[in-house]
């Protein structure tokens, strides 16, 4: 029995549909659960995620596919798909394992020649605006004045709402790069812990695992003897790949299911809490997603 209590606190998908949860100054409002509130979306609410903006990226155990951030990152979207698809990463490996924090992959060696892309590309902190750009919004935290989600991704913003930035959540894609703000080259890692938020504005983020961040998990967290360490057999661009047909689609994070859905999850509705915060915050709101093909 308390295995399933464990099952509801960590899922927050079962349980009675609908609850009524009171604070301060607001009237009593019906809340439905995390799940009943995705399950009744509808179809408008959701998008089709672009083919063309989706990397597969196929390890040993399976294949993860990651949506590129083109609107806050373009200079590192157009980057990543331009070595994809001259085979750059073709038998590279993930060479570095931190268990709780990164995966990172590419070349080690540095040796392995670029062919057509460029070999570094341009910081992307964070994408400015020069009016307030508008998100779905959530409190700020101790990193950002503004947190919330933009597109289908979680971000952050200074107080102007002028200056945005994906955050450093579970199953980010993000740029390495060296001490040179301008280094990012062909280095790439994906978040495999919490989420290090310090790294935000260090470092160019501009993607998000949609599908088999399981892939990353299972990698290999040291060398073994006479047995290739975390090999990449490539990363594709998805729309070019014409023996896959996946779909994905994903909550519109400025629908109203959506803001339903942050209710639901800073007070959830299951009969195994007894007490909701009317909190989450940005890492610990999960954006549905879900394959159509």
């Known amino acids: 029995m308390k295995g399933?209590?464990?099952?509801?606190?960590?899922?927050?998908?079962?349980?009675?549909?609908?609850?009524?949860?009171?604070?301060?100054?607001t009237q009593q409002t019906p809340i439905r659960s995390a799940s009943e509130v995705i399950k009744h979306a509808k179809a408008h609410e959701w998008r089709n995620v672009d083919r063309q903006n989706v990397l597969k990226i196929t390890l040993p155990t399976g294949a993860?596919?990651?949506?590129?951030?083109?609107?806050?990152?373009?200079?590192?979207?157009?980057?990543?798909?331009?070595?994809?698809?001259?085979?750059?990463y073709k038998n590279t490996r993930v060479y570095r394992f931190v268990e709780g924090f990164v995966a990172q992959g590419g070349d080690s060696s540095g040796n392995k020649a670029i062919k057509t892309a460029?070999?570094?590309?341009?910081?992307?902190?964070?994408?400015?605006?020069?009016?307030?750009?508008?998100?779905?919004e959530l409190q700020g935290d101790g990193y950002a004045p503004v947190t919330g989600?933009?597109?289908?991704?979680?971000?952050?913003q200074n107080a102007s709402n002028t200056q945005t930035w994906q955050v450093h959540c579970h199953g980010v894609?993000?740029?390495?790069?060296?001490?040179?703000?301008?280094?990012?080259?062909?280095?790439?890692f994906v978040t495999i812990g919490q989420g290090p938020r310090y790294l935000d504005k260090n470092i160019t983020v501009f993607g998000?695992?949609?599908?088999?961040m399981e892939h990353f998990n299972r990698l290999q967290r040291k060398p073994v003897p006479n047995t290739p360490f975390n090999p990449i057999?490539?990363?594709?661009?998805?729309?070019?790949?014409?023996?896959?047909?996946?779909?994905?689609?994903?909550?519109?994070?400025?629908?109203?299911?959506?803001?339903?859905?942050?209710?639901?999850?800073?007070?959830?509705?299951?009969?195994?809490?007894?007490?909701?915060?009317?909190?989450?915050?940005?890492?610990?709101?999960?954006?549905?997603?879900?394959?159509?093909?």
């Open 4 to 25: 399933l209590y464990l099952a509801a606190l960590i899922t927050g998908l079962t349980g009675c549909a609908q609850h009524t949860q009171q604070h301060a100054g």
């Open 64 to 88: 993860a596919y990651f949506e590129l951030n083109p609107q806050l990152a373009a200079k590192h979207t157009a980057h990543i798909k331009q070595l994809a698809r001259e085979g750059f």
């Open 118 to 136: 460029n070999k570094t590309v341009p910081a992307e902190f964070y994408h400015s605006t020069a009016q307030p750009l508008k998100i779905t």
């Open 149 to 156: 989600f933009l597109n289908g991704f979680a971000v952050a």
């Open 173 to 188: 894609f993000a740029m390495a790069r060296g001490n040179e703000i301008n280094s990012a080259s062909t280095e790439f």
């Open 208 to 212: 998000r695992v949609l599908e088999g």
């Open 233 to 293: 057999t490539n990363i594709e661009v998805l729309a070019d790949i014409k023996r896959d047909k996946s779909t994905f689609n994903v909550m519109k994070t400025d629908s109203q299911s959506f803001r339903e859905l942050i209710e639901a999850r800073k007070n959830r509705t299951e009969p195994w809490f007894v007490y909701a915060h009317n909190y989450i915050d940005v890492c610990a709101m999960p954006i549905p997603t879900k394959r159509i093909d």
